[in-house]
């Protein structure tokens, strides 16, 4: 699988911790919520560079072992420094293709953020959670509505980055929009007791206005490819945003995130 449309290696993986720090606050609220859920063995699936990986093996002390899965070599290198660091000794990052994921009943928790909204094939990847969770085992998801975006005031360069995102992954076969859709994907793929909530960081200064334009940097490639947008295009997006960015008087909101939860019966 190699359907990330953004773009990978040491700026991704920058990218993605300066991501995981935005959106640090709410993940660790659905993580609270479903404390109960950590126990025996989990895996964390697209686990980027390791931190929701690292925080579940901490509340997991003593009750279990968590795996970090993900495609990228340099977020695994990452994910398995920070845990040599933190000295985390329940825990193993591996380089891994969530569509070859072929365990069965072995899994107490799934958790996933941010992976489903760039596949081609969503409902693949659930029925193999699905299997490979135990019976009354729980999966937990984190995914995007991109078009939830907003920004204030009205912003073109912002307006033209959530379309071409948007485009883009549309594109390339993929749903950066999913989020809205998980219920019915995980009612599809024989889960219960489905629950579904939305969260939408806003912020008003340092990194969370960051992540327009490095967001925007990530994909210039792949809209390059795609035809879907310029060189001087991209290039005068990404000043517009830096500078939208700049003014202390901006707001600037991450994508509407539905956090899901649901379980594999016992029956």
């Known amino acids: 699988m190699n359907e990330y449309s953004i773009h990978g290696g040491k700026a991704g993986n920058e990218r993605l911790a ?6 640090g606050a709410t993940t660790g609220g659905f993580l609270d919520r479903h404390q109960s859920a950590f126990f025996g ?16 093996a901490k509340r997991m002390q ?31 990052f591996g380089r891994f293709d969530a569509y070859d994921l072929a365990d069965i009943d072995s899994y107490h928790a799934v958790y996933s953020r941010f992976l489903l909204s760039h596949l081609h094939d969503p409902a693949k990847v659930l029925d193999n959670i699905f299997r490979g969770l135990v019976p009354g085992g729980r999966v937990l998801l984190e995914d ?19 379309r071409l995102y948007q485009s883009l992954l549309e594109a390339r076969g993929a749903d950066a929009n999913i989020g809205r859709k998980l219920h019915q994907l995980l009612q ?25 334009e490095i967001t925007m940097e ?11 947008a310029g060189e001087a295009e991209i290039r005068e997006t990404v ?13 600037m909101s991450l994508p509407r ?8 019966s016992k029956n």
């Open 18 to 23: 300066i991501l995981s720090r935005t959106v």
């Open 41 to 56: 063995s989990c895996l964390d699936l697209g686990c980027g560079g390791g931190t929701v990986t690292l925080d579940i």
């Open 62 to 92: 003593g009750r279990g072992e968590i795996s970090g899965l993900d495609m990228d070599s340099v977020n695994i290198s990452s994910a398995q420094e920070a845990a040599r660091r933190q000295q985390a000794k329940n825990i193993q």
């Open 144 to 162: 995007t509505d991109f078009s939830g975006h907003f920004c204030y005031p009205a912003s073109d360069a912002f307006d033209a980055y959530v």
């Open 188 to 212: 599809q793929a024989g889960f219960q007791e489905i629950s579904v909530q939305v969260v939408q960081p806003v912020h008003t200064q340092e990194e969370g206005k960051l992540m327009a």
């Open 218 to 228: 990530g994909i210039a490639g792949a809209l390059l490819q795609e035809g879907l």
């Open 239 to 251: 000043r517009e945003l830096k500078a939208f960015r700049a003014d202390e008087l901006t707001i």
């Open 257 to 264: 995130i539905f956090q899901v939860s649901a379980v594999k």
